[in-house]
T-cell receptor
Framework: SQTIHQWPATLVQPVGSPLSLECTVEGTSNPNLYWYRQAAGRGLQLLFYSVGIGQISSEVPQNLSASRPQDRQFILSSKKLLLSDSGFYLC?????????????FGQGTRLTVV | GENVEQHPSTLSVQEGDSAVIKCTYSDSASNYFPWYKQELGKRPQLIIDIRSNVGEKKDQRIAVTLNKTAKHFSLHITETQPEDSAVYFCAASGNTGNQFYFGTGTSLTVIP
């Protein structure tokens, strides 16, 4: 069966520090991968999505970047965190194919920038 | 890109009553519409989905309807129970690139 791992679960970082969140998927190949951010009490904002290694699309201009160095690995990064980067970050994957299917979410990372 | 709007943002119902959450989308190319339930501090999980070739789908106490012409879809929960209390998100997908675009969420509270 497929599983998705996301870590760390919680993170407290000072303003101006770098960020690296990692997500890996097991049990499937060639998945679509996504990074979402959920601000407190708000919806899920799509940050990045990837349809293959090295293929990253950004939905919103921001202080973050994403990379996909391997087929089932998706990394969210920042060189210098801002206070506004605080939030709940969710990695997700879906099967790539002719029909869209559900997105499966990781457990999430609660990031607090102080 | 796709724009998904969701209403209401908060909803309180008495246990046993029905709850309805409505979403609209902008991209006529979207063809897959999942609904997710997120309990406090946890990941969103799929509860029901519908494809554009279907007008209605039911699964026990939950149902989803889709009006492609009007570009709106709705979640219906009947005989609500306290454990239905959570945040519910609608989403649209199927435009180029398989992105999922989510609504802003509805916080449902079922009052015992």
């Amino acid at each position: 069966s497929q599983t998705i791992h996301q870590w760390p679960a919680t993170l407290v970082q000072p303003v101006g520090s770098p960020l690296s969140l990692e997500c890996t998927v097991e049990g499937t190949s060639n998945p679509n991968l996504y990074w979402y951010r959920q601000a407190a009490g708000r919806g899920l904002q799509l940050l990045f999505y990837s349809v293959g290694i090295g293929q990253i699309s950004s939905e919103v201009p921001q202080n973050l970047s994403a990379s996909r160095p391997q087929d089932r690995q998706f990394i969210l990064s920042s060189k210098k965190l801002l206070l506004s980067d605080s939030g709940f970050y969710l990695c997700a994957w879906s099967v790539r194919g002719p029909k869209d299917t559900e997105a499966f979410f990781g457990q999430g990372t609660r990031l607090t920038v102080v | 890109g796709e724009n998904v709007e969701q209403h209401p943002s908060t909803l309180s119902v008495q246990e046993g009553d029905s709850a309805v959450i409505k979403c609209t989308y902008s991209d006529s190319a979207s063809n897959y519409f999942p609904w997710y339930k997120q309990e406090l501090g946890k990941r969103p999980q799929l509860i029901i989905d519908i494809r554009s070739n279907v007008g209605e789908k039911k699964d026990q106490r939950i149902a989803v309807t889709l009006n492609k012409t009007a570009k709106h879809f709705s979640l219906h929960i009947t005989e609500t129970q306290p454990e239905d209390s959570a945040v519910y998100f609608c989403a649209a997908s199927g435009n180029t690139g398989n992105q999922f675009y989510f609504g802003t969420g509805t916080s449902l509270t079922v009052i015992p």
